[in-house]
């Protein structure tokens, strides 16, 4: 019997150790004892990077034209990047996909947009495959292939690759950093987010900032902050680990944010209006060598009026009135003195780096994902919100606020005619790809260790997708044929070490490009560019009819000349060719509806549609794009409450911010709900009873009549305590959403901006217990959910 046991015994410890690989077996005997036998480490342990490796830190600015910024010739001052170009490369032709979502998928990637899937933000996603917006196994990140040979990978800021559904907390991360190849994250996850009170999150989970802005927060002070904490962890731990650092501030993007003293700096500076911003900029490019002698200027409204999009329109400054060049004057001034702000806040990164010895062998990458915004509208907006909820802007309203521009009671976004002016001397902006408004970007290139020139400029033509063939050549990597057992797409781009020692006007070695995005297109080959003549979003459709123009880029930089008529040929062929470029990487079919129908595509989702949804204390905040959907009609919250204090106070249900939300609280012992419509208006109903220690149903109900002159839903509310009704009025409540991203769905507190002036943030709750709020947009009746939540109550 004790034979059999240890045969088994000797059976099993063989088959595990056979099963698991190493297998304690010499000369055809078994080791039992560990003493008796030597681990093979090898196959544990992790690759190295190649001695000497740099160190590679990638700075994506959002929403920046060619002519913004001071290396390029621009009005804002950027002292950090004037630095960083007087020692080493600024490129002038280098290009991105007109939109943030798709451009940062190619520098993710090395891969065009549409083979990322990312046709558009994605928050656009239409189903398929280039427009899916989620990232596929077939093309791996840059981060990923770094962090496997050797690399520590951090990701700071702006993450606009996650798809809308996957943002709460209990969805799937797979399209999350973390799970991208990056060991940490800090920043926030959609499009947008307020830099006075941010929608952050780190690593794999949400949190709250760690002061407010009465004590100087900022996020792009925040950023810096905690990039130098990483890249001093790493060094203090792996001193000979080289670090890859994707940083992505929040600026340029709306809204614009900075802090007093910097917008004051820029005070009357854009006073003499944006057509004549462009005639002073343009001189100023062409000296710095950043154009060619001779580049013509382009005219504002390019488009033919049976394309133009009435939303990009450029109002002529000289027929603006006082008011209206003040203020658009003003949102300049605040767009300006944010992204000076956050250079600054970047410089403390590049003097830490020569501080602590790292700056010499450090590549560092300082650009921008796309065109200036034109998302502002002709006249602009205080409140972007207002954009997104087709619900206009009011000068008399604006200038009210325009002392208070760029601080935390406003949410602005200057008007086109200051896109166009910092895409000088393009046509167009953002979100148009096929004109190079939109995509011809800022890109400067320091590496005092691996590029011997200073304070040169290069024209090479280059594109996004050409990043990772850069970085990984000079790292010494090739991108696998095959990562984690499925066949990888090949890179869509070249690499650009060879413009390092080139001179500025060796050609380039790109050969070919194609553009797609929201409906617009044009292919560009060995200088050739040919463009079709359509404008994002219109939903128009009709592509076949589309006019075609062609221009001769390596003459004309501002293609201001169309010789479609004169070389028909070139055209046809160049049209031939965007068909191939589209079919190969999944550009088709196309897609120019409005925002409106593609933001209400309906979408797959984790979680069914239900007209109610039960929320939770002490929880993270629900995002928008998950959470309970009120636009557009009549809903109920009922919320069970057991005040132990007296003196209880602090919110209860919070959704949105002061931009526009709604909020049920107790202040000075009453229940309150308020619905800020757009930052408007704070609508109150307040109950005529004290709100004394006890349990409680408390409540309020919505009832949608009709809509109002602008699509805003306009009903009757009504507040209750229990089953009584102890207020009433009649509200306006907005259709479109509260915010793109951050200030979600909170009971007990209420994150980030809070939504009515009546308490600050984060006005948590105290005094008493909240056992849930319930949001109902149903046919039951009020009192129906509200016995039904005091039958919970019961049971507790």
Same mark, same amino acid.
């Given at each position: 019997?004790?034979?059999?046991?240890?045969?088994?015994?000797?059976?099993?410890?063989?088959?595990?150790?056979?099963?698991?690989?190493?297998?304690?077996?010499?000369?055809?005997?078994?080791?039992?004892?560990?003493?008796?036998?030597?681990?093979?480490?090898?196959?544990?342990?992790?690759?190295?990077?190649?001695?000497?490796?740099?160190?590679?830190?990638?700075?994506?600015?959002?929403?920046?034209?060619?002519?913004?910024?001071?290396?390029?010739?621009?009005?804002?001052?950027?002292?950090?990047?004037?630095?960083?170009?007087?020692?080493?490369?600024?490129?002038?032709?280098?290009?991105?996909?007109?939109?943030?979502?798709?451009?940062?998928?190619?520098?993710?990637?090395?891969?065009?947009?549409?083979?990322?899937?990312?046709?558009?933000?994605?928050?656009?996603?239409?189903?398929?495959?280039?427009?899916?917006?989620?990232?596929?196994?077939?093309?791996?990140?840059?981060?990923?292939?770094?962090?496997?040979?050797?690399?520590?990978?951090?990701?700071?800021?702006?993450?606009?690759?996650?798809?809308?559904?996957?943002?709460?907390?209990?969805?799937?991360?797979?399209?999350?950093?973390?799970?991208?190849?990056?060991?940490?994250?800090?920043?926030?996850?959609?499009?947008?987010?307020?830099?006075?009170?941010?929608?952050?999150?780190?690593?794999?989970?949400?949190?709250?900032?760690?002061?407010?802005?009465?004590?100087?927060?900022?996020?792009?002070?925040?950023?810096?902050?905690?990039?130098?904490?990483?890249?001093?962890?790493?060094?203090?731990?792996?001193?000979?680990?080289?670090?890859?650092?994707?940083?992505?501030?929040?600026?340029?993007?709306?809204?614009?944010?900075?802090?007093?003293?910097?917008?004051?700096?820029?005070?009357?500076?854009?006073?003499?209006?944006?057509?004549?911003?462009?005639?002073?900029?343009?001189?100023?490019?062409?000296?710095?060598?950043?154009?060619?002698?001779?580049?013509?200027?382009?005219?504002?409204?390019?488009?033919?009026?049976?394309?133009?999009?009435?939303?990009?329109?450029?109002?002529?400054?000289?027929?603006?009135?006082?008011?209206?060049?003040?203020?658009?004057?003003?949102?300049?001034?605040?767009?300006?003195?944010?992204?000076?702000?956050?250079?600054?806040?970047?410089?403390?990164?590049?003097?830490?780096?020569?501080?602590?010895?790292?700056?010499?062998?450090?590549?560092?990458?300082?650009?921008?994902?796309?065109?200036?915004?034109?998302?502002?509208?002709?006249?602009?907006?205080?409140?972007?919100?207002?954009?997104?909820?087709?619900?206009?802007?009011?000068?008399?309203?604006?200038?009210?606020?325009?002392?208070?521009?760029?601080?935390?009671?406003?949410?602005?976004?200057?008007?086109?005619?200051?896109?166009?002016?910092?895409?000088?001397?393009?046509?167009?902006?953002?979100?148009?790809?096929?004109?190079?408004?939109?995509?011809?970007?800022?890109?400067?290139?320091?590496?005092?260790?691996?590029?011997?020139?200073?304070?040169?400029?290069?024209?090479?033509?280059?594109?996004?997708?050409?990043?990772?063939?850069?970085?990984?050549?000079?790292?010494?990597?090739?991108?696998?044929?095959?990562?984690?057992?499925?066949?990888?797409?090949?890179?869509?781009?070249?690499?650009?070490?060879?413009?390092?020692?080139?001179?500025?006007?060796?050609?380039?070695?790109?050969?070919?490009?194609?553009?797609?995005?929201?409906?617009?297109?044009?292919?560009?080959?060995?200088?050739?560019?040919?463009?079709?003549?359509?404008?994002?979003?219109?939903?128009?459709?009709?592509?076949?009819?589309?006019?075609?123009?062609?221009?001769?880029?390596?003459?004309?930089?501002?293609?201001?000349?169309?010789?479609?008529?004169?070389?028909?040929?070139?055209?046809?062929?160049?049209?031939?060719?965007?068909?191939?470029?589209?079919?190969?990487?999944?550009?088709?079919?196309?897609?120019?509806?409005?925002?409106?129908?593609?933001?209400?595509?309906?979408?797959?989702?984790?979680?069914?549609?239900?007209?109610?949804?039960?929320?939770?204390?002490?929880?993270?905040?629900?995002?928008?794009?998950?959470?309970?959907?009120?636009?557009?009609?009549?809903?109920?919250?009922?919320?069970?409450?057991?005040?132990?204090?007296?003196?209880?106070?602090?919110?209860?249900?919070?959704?949105?911010?002061?931009?526009?939300?709604?909020?049920?609280?107790?202040?000075?012992?009453? $229940?309150?709900?308020?619905?800020?419509?757009? #930052?408007?208006?704070?609508?109150?109903? /307040? !109950? =005529?009873?004290?709100?004394? *220690? +006890?349990?409680?149903?408390?409540?309020?109900?919505?009832?949608?009549?009709?809509?109002?002159?602008?699509?805003?839903?306009?009903?009757?509310?009504?507040?209750?305590?229990?089953?009584?009704?102890?207020?009433?009025?009649?509200?306006?409540?907005?259709?479109?959403?509260?915010? $793109?991203?951050?200030?979600?769905?909170?009971? #007990?507190?209420?994150?980030?901006?809070? /939504? !009515? =002036?009546?308490?600050?943030? *984060? +006005?948590?709750?105290?005094?008493?217990?909240?056992?849930?709020?319930?949001?109902?947009?149903?046919?039951?009746?009020?009192?129906?959910?509200?016995?039904?939540?005091?039958?919970?109550?019961?049971?507790?």
């Amino acid at each position: 019997m004790i034979k059999k046991i240890v045969l088994s015994f000797l059976v099993m410890v063989l088959f595990c150790f056979c099963s698991y690989g190493q297998q304690p077996v010499f000369n055809g005997v078994v080791k039992l004892d560990v003493r008796d036998s030597k681990a093979d480490w090898t196959p544990y342990i992790r690759k190295k990077a190649p001695e000497g490796a740099p160190n590679i830190l990638f700075i994506l600015y959002d929403d920046t034209g060619l002519a913004a910024w001071s290396p390029y010739g621009g009005r804002i001052n950027m002292p950090t990047m004037d630095k960083l170009a007087a020692d080493g490369l600024t490129y002038t032709q280098w290009h991105t996909v007109a939109l943030c979502s798709p451009t940062r998928s190619c520098i993710n990637t090395g891969r065009n947009h549409n083979l990322n899937g990312m046709g558009a933000i994605t928050e656009g996603a239409n189903g398929f495959p280039g427009y899916s917006c989620q990232l596929p196994p077939q093309a791996a990140t840059m981060a990923q292939i770094l962090n496997e040979n050797g690399w520590s990978t951090f990701w700071l800021g702006k993450d606009h690759n996650v798809p809308e559904t996957d943002l709460s907390a209990g969805a799937n991360k797979s399209q999350w950093p973390l799970q991208q190849g990056y060991d940490r994250f800090y920043g926030f996850i959609g499009g947008e987010t307020n830099q006075w009170y941010p929608d952050l999150t780190e690593d794999n989970h949400a949190i709250e900032q760690p002061y407010g802005p009465e004590k100087g927060y900022h996020l792009s002070k925040d950023l810096a902050d905690q990039a130098i904490k990483m890249i001093s962890d790493q060094k203090s731990a792996n001193p000979s680990k080289p670090w890859f650092m994707w940083y992505c501030p929040g600026a340029n993007h709306a809204p614009h944010q900075a802090p007093k003293d910097y917008i004051a700096k820029y005070k009357g500076k854009f006073d003499d209006g944006y057509d004549a911003y462009r005639k002073w900029v343009l001189p100023r490019m062409i000296a710095k060598g950043i154009l060619p002698k001779g580049t013509k200027l382009t005219e504002f409204n390019p488009m033919p009026t049976d394309q133009a999009a009435p939303g990009d329109f450029v109002r002529e400054w000289d027929k603006l009135s006082p008011d209206e060049k003040k203020l658009f004057s003003r949102l300049c001034e605040v767009y300006a003195a944010f992204s000076e702000y956050t250079d600054v806040q970047i410089g403390r990164i590049i003097d830490h780096l020569k501080a602590t010895g790292q700056y010499d062998n450090t590549i560092i990458l300082y650009a921008s994902d796309n065109g200036a915004s034109g998302e502002g509208s002709p006249s602009g907006s205080v409140n972007e919100n207002k954009f997104f909820n087709g619900y206009p802007d009011e000068l008399t309203e604006n200038m009210k606020l325009i002392d208070e521009l760029g601080g935390p009671n406003t949410y602005e976004h200057y008007p086109t005619g200051w896109a166009a002016a910092l895409s000088t001397p393009f046509k167009m902006f953002k979100r148009y790809s096929n004109y190079a408004g939109g995509t011809e970007c800022p890109l400067v290139i320091t590496w005092p260790k691996g590029i011997k020139a200073r304070g040169e400029v290069r024209n090479q033509y280059h594109h996004a997708v050409d990043i990772v063939p850069t970085i990984l050549e000079i790292c010494r990597l090739e991108m696998p044929k095959v990562y984690k057992g499925v066949e990888q797409y090949p890179l869509s781009g070249v690499s650009m070490k060879y413009s390092f020692d080139a001179k500025a006007d060796a050609p380039t070695l790109k050969q070919v490009q194609y553009y797609t995005m929201l409906g617009t297109r044009a292919i560009w080959q060995d200088g050739w560019k040919a463009v079709a003549v359509h404008a994002p979003l219109t939903g128009k459709g009709h592509f076949d009819q589309d006019k075609w123009e062609l221009y001769n880029t390596d003459a004309d930089r501002s293609e201001s000349v169309d010789l479609a008529k004169k070389n028909p040929e070139k055209l046809e062929a160049l049209k031939k060719l965007y068909m191939e470029e589209a079919i190969k990487n999944q550009a088709l079919p196309l897609d120019d509806r409005s925002a409106t129908d593609i933001l209400n595509i309906e979408r797959p989702k984790e979680e069914s549609e239900s007209d109610s949804y039960t929320y939770y204390p002490h929880t993270s905040s629900v995002p928008e794009a998950v959470a309970v959907n009120v636009r557009g009609k009549s809903y109920k919250i009922v919320a069970n409450v057991d005040i132990a204090d007296a003196n209880a106070s602090g919110v209860i249900f919070a959704h949105g911010s002061r931009f526009g939300g709604h909020s049920l609280f107790i202040k000075d012992h009453k $229940l309150y709900y308020v619905y800020n419509f757009l #930052g408007i208006t704070e609508q109150q109903l /307040v !109950s =005529k009873e004290t709100i004394k *220690p +006890g349990k409680y149903t408390f409540g309020m109900e919505f009832v949608r009549e009709k809509a109002g002159e602008h699509n805003e839903s306009v009903g009757s509310a009504k507040l209750y305590v229990n089953e009584k009704e102890t207020a009433s009025g009649t509200m306006k409540a907005q259709v479109g959403k509260f915010t $793109l991203v951050g200030d979600g769905l909170c009971v #007990g507190y209420d994150s980030g901006d809070p /939504v !009515s =002036k009546l308490y600050s943030s *984060p +006005g948590e709750f105290k005094g008493g217990t909240i056992s849930f709020v319930t949001v109902n947009t149903g046919n039951e009746q009020y009192l129906d959910l509200e016995r039904e939540a005091a039958r919970a109550f019961s049971k507790e």
